[in-house]
Nanobody, 126 residues
Framework: QVQLVESGGGSVQAGGSLRLSCAASGNTHSGYCMGWFRQVTGREREGVATIDSDGSTTYRESVKGRFTISKDNAKNTLYLQMNSLKPEDTAMYYC????????????????????RGQGTLVTVSS
C-alpha cells in the first residue's frame, strides 16, 4: 500500500512560482510512473507531467518550458516546480503513481494513475 501526500500549493500572482511536493510512503520500491494532474471543479482532469523510473519526463504542451517535474528517490518525494504561472493554471493539483507494473507513462496518462493523493490547491491571480 502506498500513500501520497501533496503540499506546497497556495495563491500567487501571474508570473510567480510555486513548488509542489508529494511525499510517498509505504511500498514505494515498486513504483514505475509518477506524475501530476490537475482539475478545476466541473471540468475534466488534465494530465500535467510524468516521470518514469528511468527519469524520463513528459509534459502537457501548455506547461512545457514553465513546469519541471523531478523526484528525489532517497526522500521518496516527487516535485513539480511551476514558474511563470498563469491564471489558467489555477486548479487542484494531485500527484499520482503506478506501482507494481509498468503502466503507460506520459503526461495525459497522469490522470489515470491509480494511486493518488488528496490534492493541493493552486490559485493564480491576474
Amino acid at each position: 500500500q502506498v500513500q501520497l501526500v501533496e503540499s506546497g500549493g497556495g495563491s500567487v500572482q501571474a508570473g510567480g512560482s510555486l513548488r509542489l511536493s508529494c511525499a510517498a510512503s509505504g511500498n514505494t520500491h515498486s513504483g514505475y510512473c509518477m506524475g501530476w494532474f490537475r482539475q478545476v471543479t466541473g471540468r475534466e482532469r488534465e494530465g500535467v507531467a510524468t516521470i518514469d523510473s528511468d527519469g524520463s519526463t513528459t509534459y502537457r504542451e501548455s506547461v512545457k518550458g514553465r513546469f519541471t517535474i523531478s523526484k528525489d528517490n532517497a526522500k521518496n518525494t516527487l516535485y513539480l516546480q511551476m514558474n511563470s504561472l498563469k491564471p489558467e493554471d489555477t486548479a487542484m493539483y494531485y500527484c499520482a503513481g503506478s506501482y507494481g507494473y509498468e503502466s503507460p507513462c506520459y503526461s495525459d496518462y497522469a490522470r489515470f494513475l491509480e494511486v493518488r493523493g488528496q490534492g493541493t490547491l493552486v490559485t493564480v491571480s491576474s
